[in-house]
């Protein structure tokens, strides 16, 4: 019961710009699904949660392909650099953390990717020190924004580095 009430706090912020006549179903859907993840009648799936979290506040503009396609992307890039073996680690560990190291180095440095255009240097992503709170616009919390804009948050950036560890 606890883990409803809060799920219904952490969705109403998204509901108060959605105009009133979709945001119920919207507000609906999306709690159902995330509801069904908690009572066990769907596996739990923090991507899948944040997307639909995200996609109820954006009124279902956000394409799943999409989202996906990029968390794979991102991921692709990190598994190449842990095939790179530039990453030095003895420890029993060594898996997961080179995992951890190849996820920080993507986030915080640039990388050169080789793509059917040729090497391009990917970026790395940095903090929104202009609304880093969202109180500009909710939307800058996001994990769909700091994959457009490259700029995240406190939220945003952990929860991009989860998705991509997972």
Same mark, same amino acid.
């Given at each position: 019961?606890?883990?409803?009430?809060?799920?219904?706090?952490?969705?109403?912020?998204?509901?108060?710009?959605?105009?009133?006549?979709?945001?119920?179903?919207?507000?609906?859907?999306?709690?159902?699904?995330? #509801? %069904?993840?908690? @009572?066990? $009648?769907?596996?739990?799936?923090?991507?899948?949660?944040? +997307?639909?979290?995200?996609?109820?506040? !954006?009124?279902?503009?956000?394409?799943?392909?999409?989202?996906?396609?990029?968390?794979?992307?991102?991921?692709?890039?990190?598994?190449?650099?842990?095939?790179?073996?530039?990453?030095?680690?003895?420890?029993?560990?060594?898996?997961?953390?080179?995992?951890?190291?190849?996820?920080?180095?993507?986030?915080? #440095? %640039?990388?050169? @990717?080789? $793509?059917?255009?040729?090497?391009?240097?990917?970026?790395? +992503?940095?903090?929104?020190?202009?609304? !880093?709170?969202?109180?500009?616009?909710?939307?800058?919390?996001?994990?769909?924004?700091?994959?457009?804009?490259?700029?995240?948050?406190?939220?945003?950036?952990?929860?991009?580095?989860?998705?991509?560890?997972?």
């Amino acid at each position: 019961m606890k883990l409803k009430f809060l799920l219904f706090l952490f969705l109403i912020p998204f509901c108060l710009s959605i105009k009133a006549q979709n945001a119920e179903q919207i507000y609906c859907n999306a709690y159902n699904s995330i #509801d %069904s993840m908690l @009572v066990e $009648t769907k596996p739990l799936n923090f991507q899948q949660a944040v +997307f639909t979290t995200e996609n109820a506040y !954006f009124e279902n503009r956000i394409s799943p392909n999409d989202f996906d396609n990029i968390i794979h992307y991102y991921t692709s890039i990190c598994n190449g650099i842990i095939a790179s073996k530039n990453i030095v680690y003895p420890e029993k560990d060594k898996e997961k953390a080179t995992a951890q190291c190849a996820v920080f180095l993507f986030m915080t #440095d %640039s990388i050169p @990717v080789t $793509t059917n255009e040729g090497v391009v240097m990917h970026t790395p +992503f940095a903090y929104n020190f202009d609304d !880093f709170a969202g109180q500009k616009d909710w939307s800058n919390m996001f994990v769909s924004t700091l994959m457009q804009t490259k700029k995240g948050n406190c939220h945003s950036l952990p929860y991009l580095y989860k998705m991509i560890m997972d």
